[in-house]
């Protein structure tokens, strides 16, 4: 339990990182970027299946990262858009 819970903080840090420099004028920083990263591959996790989509790229890791990088870029126009607004 405690070995997945590392390994997807893992996934979700480097995940988030690339979103981060894929999204450019979020604002969070490395650490910020990182948790982004985090929540973005546990939305994918449950979003994903959810809509029936399957990455057919490969498994293991680099499945789980390209999962986990997606969501994350997701979830940073989300933040973005909504900071936008509210500016």
């Not at 004028?25 to 546990?42: H, K, P, Q």
């Not at 979003?47 to 890791?61: C, W």
């Amino acid at each position: 339990m405690l070995t997945a819970i590392l390994i997807a903080c893992v996934v979700g840090g480097i995940a988030g990182w690339l979103a981060g420099l894929l999204v450019q004028g979020t604002g969070f920083g490395l650490v910020g970027d990182i948790v982004i990263g985090i929540l973005g591959a546990i939305l994918a996790g449950f979003l994903f299946p959810a809509l029936g989509l399957v990455l057919a790229v490969g498994g293991g890791v680099f499945g789980a990262i390209l999962t986990a990088f997606i969501g994350a870029v997701i979830l940073l126009v989300i933040v973005k858009v909504i900071k936008q607004v509210t500016a």
